[in-house]
């Protein structure tokens, strides 16, 4: 597409569809809500002596990742067309749907976890910026949707074991009960973080940053304030997948040479 015919292009969506989408997004927004207020009323009502609130938002945690990861994985392995160039750039707008999920959910998850559940600084802010990033392709034309089947579906599936792997942080006495379904759950998802936020990962964030950059060289104004806050938000969500990366291989590197001194001792 030539840049005489991208100067045409008007550089949000058509106002029908974002007033749509938004109507979308503050549905799927009020379904996580009282999915986690019906659970966090029954946990409450059989378990009072339980912390309510926190179990609920891992179910939701559980149960909103399985529902990304399985739909996103599925998508793209066996319906997401190849695109290139300012079609992929452009992609449609059907695609937006993992984009306005992930809206609603981190929204939900930053009310919550700032009022209820204590969430620790560094996922508020994963939270503020998968919502910079996810605007972009829920209400832009040069939204990037094409690479948010992978960034906000499949990535989603390392999400399902970090879930199961909190309710244990949750309860030492479920780590008493159950340590070995506890280590098996911290190596499925150490496996599988690398694999899908780092192996498969940055293959994907390079093309991502490539075709922000065709969208920079063709915005103006405060096209290009949204189109620099995605490059920020993309650089921010690497450096947190990096970080984490290096701290589970730590970790492994950690309980190698423990497993390496016992054998030693035995």
């Known amino acids: 597409m030539s840049d005489s015919l991208l100067e045409d292009v008007d550089f949000f969506l058509p106002p029908d569809y974002i007033r749509g989408a938004i109507k979308d997004i503050i549905f799927y927004t009020l379904i ?18 339980k912390d309510s609130a926190t179990i609920s938002y891992r179910l939701v945690n559980l149960s909103v990742n399985l529902g990304l ?3 996103g994985t599925y ?10 160039g300012w079609e992929r750039i452009m992609a449609p707008t059907s695609l937006a ?4 999920w992930q809206l609603a959910y981190q929204i939900w998850s930053i009310i919550v976890g700032l009022i209820f559940v204590n969430e620790s ?23 990037m949707r094409y690479e948010s089947v992978y960034f906000f ?5 390392s999400s399902i074991f970090l879930a199961i792997m909190n309710f244990f942080k949750d309860s030492p006495d479920l780590q008493n009960q159950y340590p070995r379904m506890y280590s ?10 690398l694999l899908v936020r780092v192996v498969f990962f940055l293959p994907n964030i390079y093309d991502y940053f490539g075709d922000l950059a065709s969208a920079a060289s063709v915005s103006k104004g405060i096209a290009s304030i949204f ?8 650089v921010a969500l690497t450096c947190m997948q990096v970080y984490w990366a290096w701290l589970i291989v730590k970790a492994f590197l950690k309980m190698y040479s423990k497993k390496e001194k016992g054998g030693k001792y035995n």
């Not at 809500?33 to 409450?44: A, N, R, T, V």
């Not at 579906?153 to 599936?157: A, I, K, Q």
Request: aromatic share 22%.
């Open 32 to 49: 996580i809500s009282l999915y986690h207020g019906f659970f966090w009323k029954i946990f409450s009502a059989n378990f009072p002596d």
């Open 69 to 71: 990861s399985v739909v």
């Open 75 to 84: 998508y793209w392995c066996f319906l997401l067309e190849t695109l290139n």
């Open 97 to 100: 749907f993992f984009a306005n």
């Open 121 to 143: 600084p560094i996922m508020i802010f994963h939270h503020i910026f998968v919502i910079t990033t996810a605007f972009t392709s829920s209400f832009l034309t040069m939204g």
């Open 153 to 157: 579906g499949v990535v989603e599936s």
């Open 184 to 193: 098996i759950v911290r190596q499925l998802f150490s496996v599988i973080f």
């Open 227 to 234: 189109v620099f806050m995605g490059i920020i938000s993309g």
